[in-house]
């Protein structure tokens, strides 16, 4: 029989060891992160008492989204994927959620159409190697610093006007994790900013958002990110696929596109911010 209760700390292991099956590269200090930002809205699927699957939620308000949906492959094509996502979608609901997002790979979509999922757009991933020494375009980096702990709140503001939904606890997740890899443009006011978080394959790029008007901003950041990370792995960075200067810029930066999941939408086609000022999106299972 399966059965559905709340994700526990002891289960963050548990949960790695899935993600690093399917190679996603999160690692145990995302999964408890990840858990943090919404420890009721996370849930582990039982068969006769074993561990056989999770996902995680996240609300943000008017909006919530799912994720990390994994059921051990002995266990697929049963329901429990189904049933771990119905659950999700209820714990949402209840909360007064509105609209649903997530990205899912192209296997999935299916299952996640027959849930009242629709299509939104692709949602593209594209990789670069990183070598110390590797040149790259120069950035004007005057107005850009490391992002400071009173600059926070003011960045969530900031960051809701182009997200869609005030996300400001996933920003200070991420910030708290890895300050030093947490960068702001400004000006009078916040112009953009660029985040990055270290995984088992190499680091993920994202949050990184900046307004559609100055994407001279986004460059100015990514560049001058580059410049400071001395690593010797690889960079991932997700992209709405309408963000067509996005993908040029990275193109010229020598990423080259991975893959592609589909953004997909429950409920009320609303609170979407705007796609053209996401150039990295914080991650598949937050946005
Ligand atoms: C996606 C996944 C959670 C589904 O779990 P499940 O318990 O098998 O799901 P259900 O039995 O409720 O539904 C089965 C549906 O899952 C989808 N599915 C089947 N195999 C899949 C796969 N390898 N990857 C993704 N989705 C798959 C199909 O739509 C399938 O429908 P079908 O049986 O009509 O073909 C499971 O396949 C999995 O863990 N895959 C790897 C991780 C992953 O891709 N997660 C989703 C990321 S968006």
Redesign the pocket.
């Known amino acids: 029989m399966v059965t559905i209760r709340l994700f526990e700390p002891k289960d963050v292991n548990f949960a790695a060891e899935l993600i690093r099956q399917?190679k996603w590269g999160h690692t145990a200090k995302d999964v408890r992160r990840c858990w943090n930002f919404e420890p009721e809205g996370c849930f582990i699927a039982e068969q006769d008492g074993e561990r056989v699957?999770h996902v995680f939620s996240v609300n943000y308000s008017t909006v919530g989204w799912i994720?990390l949906?994994?059921?051990q492959q002995s266990?697929?094509?049963?329901?429990?994927?189904?049933?771990l996502m119905r659950t999700a979608m209820n714990y949402l609901r209840n909360l007064g959620v509105e609209t649903i997002r997530?990205?899912?790979?192209p296997?999935?979509?299916?299952?996640y159409q027959?849930l009242g999922f629709k299509s939104e757009f692709d949602s593209l991933r594209f990789y670069r190697e990183l070598r110390p020494g590797r040149t790259c375009l120069q950035a004007k980096d005057e107005e850009i610093h490391q992002i400071k702990d009173d600059e926070l709140e003011i960045l969530g503001k900031f960051d809701a006007e182009c997200f869609g939904a005030n996300r400001l606890k996933v920003l200070q997740g991420l910030y708290r994790d890895f300050p030093q890899h947490c960068l702001v443009a400004r000006n009078d006011g916040i112009m953009g900013y660029i985040m990055c978080r270290e995984t088992n394959s190499g680091f993920w790029l994202g949050p990184w958002v900046c307004e559609e008007e100055h994407p001279e901003v986004a460059r100015d950041l990514i560049v001058s990110f580059l410049h400071a990370l001395k690593a010797n792995s690889g960079l991932c960075v997700g992209i709405p696929a309408p963000n067509t200067m996005g993908i040029q810029l990275l193109e010229k930066l020598d990423f080259s596109l991975m893959s592609r999941?589909i953004r997909m939408f429950w409920g009320k086609p609303a609170y979407s911010g705007n796609a053209k000022e996401n150039f990295g999106i914080g991650g598949?299972e937050k946005g």
Not at 75 to 83: D, S, V
Not at 102 to 105: F, P, Y
């Open positions: 399917e699957g994720g949906l994994i059921i266990y697929r094509g049963q329901g429990i994927g189904t049933t997530l990205e899912a790979v296997e999935a979509v299916t299952l027959r999941s598949p």
